[in-house]
């Protein structure tokens, strides 16, 4: 897994003060996309030992909230696989803090992921430009959602984060 870079002390993508991990590679190509730079899955740095300990030391923090998954899109095919395998890890590390993220699928494609069962806040779906709209919290365009993902799997429909 390639990315782009690690935010930290972060309010903007989630819930409290959060370390955002920035992943390389996307698919979807969003018109007037915010990142456009991280849709290389080739680009950026790749994503070693040194970067993990990084996230963990912030995630060590008292004030930190949890991490966000953003880029490019996490869920990326190649990005798949690294991601699940950190998420995993961090739930097991630091059980207290939640996991946000973001990808251009939607719930219904991808709610079966293994990677799910590590990820508390859900934001889905492709980023419109023509649905974009500024006043509202943790998404860019009024297509996408802010989904509860332990509440949505257990009702076995979406359920939506309370914002």
Request: aromatic content about 10%.
């Amino acid at each position: 897994m390639r990315y782009h870079n690690i935010t930290k002390d972060d309010m903007l993508n989630g819930d409290g003060l959060r370390v955002v991990l920035w992943v390389s590679g996307c698919s979807h190509c969003c018109r007037e996309c915010q990142n456009p730079i991280t849709w290389d899955a080739n680009g950026g740095l790749l994503f070693d030992e040194e970067a993990k300990e990084e996230i963990f030391t912030e995630l060590a923090k008292d004030y930190i909230s949890g991490i966000t998954f953003s880029g490019g899109d996490p869920l990326y095919v190649g990005n798949r696989s690294d991601v699940l395998k950190l998420a995993r890890e961090i739930k097991e590390k630091f059980p207290n803090k939640s996991v946000w993220m973001y990808t251009g699928f939607v719930w219904e494609t991808i709610e079966t992921l293994e990677i799910i069962n590590y990820v508390d806040v859900l934001v889905d779906g492709e980023f419109q430009v023509e649905r974009k709209n500024t006043q509202l919290y943790w998404r860019g365009s009024e297509n996408q959602r802010v989904i509860d993902v332990p509440a949505s799997k257990a009702a076995g429909s979406v359920v939506l984060h309370c914002e």
